[in-house]
């Protein structure tokens, strides 16, 4: 464990995400630069350029004035978290020359609420998984057979389906309501129009943080060296498109309208403290899915639902721990074959559902298939999401007196066009 008795000379609130344990990475801009790679401490962003440009941390400064982090998350592990560490080191020594810098107020650190956080990688490939046990035994159980909700393959790989890149948008955005063909059950035909079921999934995303070859497998002993860090994900869903369209190849324009990822990578460094047990695999897992020790993420989880003008209601709180296959597993089964991964591809976890009703992580499950609608604090009721409602996801970890958390992964529905 970290020492939980480090604490920075910034005034930092007890319940900030954005701790001295926690030194997550981003991409802001304001109204005087374009694009920086950044990081945070309580109410504040770190510019990265402006550190470097006065020699404070050792890297390239032309790096950190990219639109993405791509590039620095390229420089390798080594130098990242070394970046991290002389952080930390920055920002909790009394001594520190940034400390004793009055003039670093307003360009190193500027409050977070006065920038505007881009999109923290350039994504090339996105892969989605299904890997939470009580999400798919829930689906499984809604769609098919409850007593034969998980299909023949689901303890023995981690299902998943390849996405699409060019829809993910950072926290903070709005897209319309997404139409297409939907076919009602009492229908003979198709129908097209605007999606009725239009609906969330809790999860998180891992972002490559080192490119293999074509050819190459990267193990489950190895994986972590290939993950730089997790964000929030919210996989918008539109659930009577989906129906209709997923047989027999999977999700194809029920996923690919809109993605929503926090902007900040909480690194996977910073994340170790939270590790705890995952399930325990019966049937046995094959060889190659095998590992060792404790990889699963304590890691908490919760929605909020905010209608336009009213206040948010929280509708789940979940954990990342109910995830019945782990990153490493996904990395290592993803590329069993020889698959090539690439710097700031993105990982997204599946439906992190937990095991009682209030943990589940999609309004499907939530207001099972419609038929419990939730009831707002305003009275009005939902079954999935309406327009104008705002849909927001947080997430921290917290043991031992250490905290830490991934900011807001937040956005709103529009009418369709
Ligand atoms: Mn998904």
Redesign the pocket.
Known sequence: MPDKNLKSWIEISADSDFTIHNIPFGIYNDASVRHRACSAIGDYVIDLYELAAKGLIKVDKHVLEQETLNDFIALGKTITNQVRNTLIQLLSDDNSPLKADTAAFGTVFKKQSAVKMLMPVRVGDYT?F?SSIDHATNIGAMIRDPKNALMPNWKHLPVGYHGRASSICVSGHSFHRPKGQQKPADAELPVYGPCKLLDI?L?TAFVIGKSTELGESVSTANADDYIFGMVLFN?W?ARDIQTWEYVPLGPFLA?NFASTISPWIVTLEALEPFRTKGYVQDPKVLPYLEYSGDKNLDIKLDVFLKPKGGEENKICSSNYKYMYWTMEQQLAHHTVNGCNINVGDLM?S??ISGPDPSEYGSMMELTWRGTKPITLKDGTQRKFVNDHDTLIFRGHCEKDGIRLGFGECSATVLPAT
Request: glycine share 20%.
């Open positions: 989605d299904y999934e999860e996989d869903s996923k997204g599946g439906t």
